[in-house]
């Protein structure tokens, strides 16, 4: 079995929106074994979206379409619906009486407009929507001969409501109907090389035509290699998808960080939280970007104790201790001030470990020797295990390292406080950075 889906609205192919509908409707389907076609998006026309009804119908068995079935003139899936099945639109009485009811609960007078939101083509059947007030459409579209070629649901475009009438009706109906081969997913996240590195390391695991297939995409520097395992048996296929997912940490080894929804700074939040371990963190150029992604975590109060933004040079002086000289020696954005940073930070709050970050964000400021992009990280950590109380707070041991990062402004942000992480996590790993 394979669908296509079919997203309705002029603020998706403007750009105004992201279709989430679509990745979250593959997902369900891959789960059961349902291949999707192809993901189409048509804007708020009503000769549009019938060619891409009419054009899906044949090349699919399920046509799963969402949005443009609200009450307003711009809604006009359920009337391109209808002129596809040659079919008129009716008011399904249970459904109106049922809108009706909806607004004398909430106190308001029901508008003639909502009225459309109970009209579906002849020969459908309507959809229960617990969540709102459109009703769904579920039909069948037949061929000359009076075959099924296709099965169509439309739903509508909000995630609450959408995914509440899928999992009810639609995601039962591929299933009954076989799906076909089971298709199971994992994804795993690396951070610290380019994605041509990870490939060449996979090697013969990213060959085309491999069967569970490996590929990378990359996202705000996180290179993910994902793992696709389809075959007739979820059994068969869960299996062999664990068999590919260890041969590819075996070959990344530490670079890969988490897997599926983790995030680079709930795994190190979490090996914080399991050896009940603290940070801190000095800031710079991320302005406080580094403590955000820490404290994004639920739970975060466990092991983050507090942060600074010395953004200037003054505040890196009267804040942390920066000597003056320092500065003026080797400038803001060197290794010699982010460790001062760190001990200071670290030594203030307290902590076990302290980040700091310092670097030429850009678009201006950068130099020769200090281009856009210049970023400048330090670690520091206890010095002496045998000190305890808060004499080990006053002496670090600190590890500092400068990087190039590429990108505008927002990238080199990001890509810092994520490196600043990775040199935490590689340090409670016991290891040395890898690259």
């Known amino acids: 079995m394979n669908a296509i889906i079919l997203s309705i609205g002029d603020e998706l192919v403007l750009g105004q929106t992201v279709d989430t509908n679509s990745a979250w409707i593959s997902q369900q389907l891959a789960a059961v074994g349902c291949g999707v076609n192809a993901h189409l998006t048509v804007g708020d026309d009503q000769p549009a979206i019938e060619q891409a009804m009419l054009e899906s119908v044949g090349r699919c068995d399920v046509l799963i379409v969402t949005g443009g079935i609200g009450p307003t003139e711009d809604d006009l899936t359920r009337q391109a619906l209808a002129a596809v099945m040659n079919a008129p639109l009716e008011l399904n009485q249970e459904w109106s009486h049922r809108l009706e009811a909806f607004f004398r609960k909430v106190g308001r007078p029901m508008p003639e407009s909502n009225r459309i939101q109970a009209m579906i083509p002849r020969g459908a059947t309507p959809i229960d929507n617990p969540n709102g007030t459109a009703a769904g459409i579920d039909v069948s579209y037949k061929s000359g001969d009076q075959k099924t070629v296709c099965r169509i649901f439309v739903m509508p475009g909000v995630p609450k409501e959408m995914k509440a009438m899928f999992a009810a009706t639609v995601l039962p109906f591929v299933k009954e109907s076989g799906g076909g081969a089971a298709i199971v997913s994992r994804t795993l996240h690396t951070f610290g090389t380019g994605e041509s590195w990870v490939a060449e390391k996979l090697g013969d695991l990213m060959k085309r035509g491999r069967n569970p297939s490996v590929g990378t995409t990359v996202s705000q520097g996180i290179v993910s290699v994902r793992i696709n395992s389809r075959f007739s ?10 068999t590919t997912t260890e041969a590819c940490r075996a070959a990344l080894g530490d670079l890969v960080f988490g897997a599926d929804d983790d995030t680079l700074a709930a795994i190190v939040g979490a090996s914080l939280a399991s050896s009940r371990q603290t940070v801190s963190t000095a ?50 954005v060197s290794e010699h001030v982010v460790e001062h940073m760190a001990r200071s930070a670290r030594r203030l709050a307290k902590a076990d470990f ?68 990775t040199m935490l996590r590689f340090h409670l790993l016991g290891k040395p950075l890898p690259f």
């Open 233 to 242: 048996s979820c059994d068969e296929a869960q299996r062999e998808l664990e």
């Open 283 to 332: 800031e710079s150029c991320t302005g406080g970007l580094l403590a955000k992604m820490l404290t994004d975590v639920a739970g975060s109060s466990a092991y983050f104790t507090q942060g600074w933004v010395t953004y200037s040079n003054k505040s890196k002086y009267e804040r942390l201790g920066v000597p003056t000289d320092v500065i003026n020696v080797y400038g803001a």
């Open 354 to 421: 302290a980040l700091s970050i310092s670097g030429v964000a850009g678009p201006t400021g950068g130099s020769a020797q200090k281009p856009v992009g210049t970023v400048c990280i330090a670690l520091a950590s206890q010095a002496d295990e045998n000190l305890h109380g808060d004499a080990r707070y006053a002496a670090s041991a600190v590890a500092a390292r400068s990087f190039t990062f590429p990108g505008d402004r927002e990238m080199i942000r990001d890509r810092a406080a994520k490196m600043a992480l």
